[in-house]
């Protein structure tokens, strides 16, 4: 790298991130639909290049482990979907901590299939805290992948919904994922998982709490 080449390394990987992903989505969807076996060995090949890429760049999972999830992702190649609750109260923000890093989100996960997406919500708010919840409005839908929001790289590309809820019933409890459960004043946010939460996308929350009638944001 050149003395006066303010590129990082990481930085550098970023792009090369997103061409891995892209170029798994065209294997997957290669795979789906080809009916040559010639093809399907070379998207094969293909998809087997893109997950050694993405196991580099990420330093998350060993490609053998990335190769086995991915194996099981079929069909024409789509973002996943996460679902968010930004629950208040008096306030307050309910944040959960998660038990494999000690450290902050809102309550969520993945969509499941079946579920819409408020549905979803309402079940892992459950599952996470113990609180039952309804849901007032969708505040956001963004790519996960755009820089502007912070999230530090993972190996799938991903939407991220946010829900603005308000209890109805429940008390607290922790879960098998998370363990405690607790609400936090807008200027007393604990360290957080970045992986699922930012400090921008809690502050854009609280905004939004405060100002209900606002449209949803977007990408």
């Known amino acids: 790298m050149k003395k006066n080449d303010k590129t990082s ?3 550098a990987s970023l792009p090369i991130l997103d061409w891995a992903k892209k170029l798994q989505a065209i294997a997957q969807t290669g795979l789906a639909y080809s009916k040559d076996q010639f093809d399907t060995e070379r998207y094969g090949r293909v998809r087997e290049i893109a997950v050694e890429m993405i196991s580099r760049c990420s330093k998350g999972a060993c490609s053998a482990e990335l190769i086995e999830s991915i194996s099981c992702e079929v069909g024409y190649a789509t973002p996943k979907v996460d679902v968010r609750a930004a629950v208040f109260f008096q306030e307050g923000l309910l944040l959960v901590r998660e038990r494999s890093e ?4 809102l309550p969520g996960g993945w969509a499941d299939i079946g579920d819409s997406p408020s ?3 309402v079940r892992e708010v459950k599952e996470e805290s113990g609180y039952d919840i309804a849901v007032q409005k969708l505040a956001a839908v963004y790519d996960r992948d755009n820089q502007r929001h912070g999230h530090p790289p993972i190996p799938y590309h991903c939407y991220k919904l946010f829900f603005l809820c308000e209890i109805v019933g429940g008390s607290p ?3 098998n994922e998370t363990d405690a459960v607790s609400f936090f004043a807008e200027h007393c946010i604990p360290p957080l998982s970045l992986s699922r939460v930012t400090p921008q996308e809690i502050d854009h929350l609280f905004e939004h709490h405060r100002h209900l009638d606002w449209s949803t944001s977007f990408d």
């Open 9 to 11: 390394p990481k930085s």
């Open 102 to 105: 000690g450290v902050w989100t």
């Open 119 to 121: 549905m979803a919500v």
């Open 173 to 175: 409890q922790t879960s």
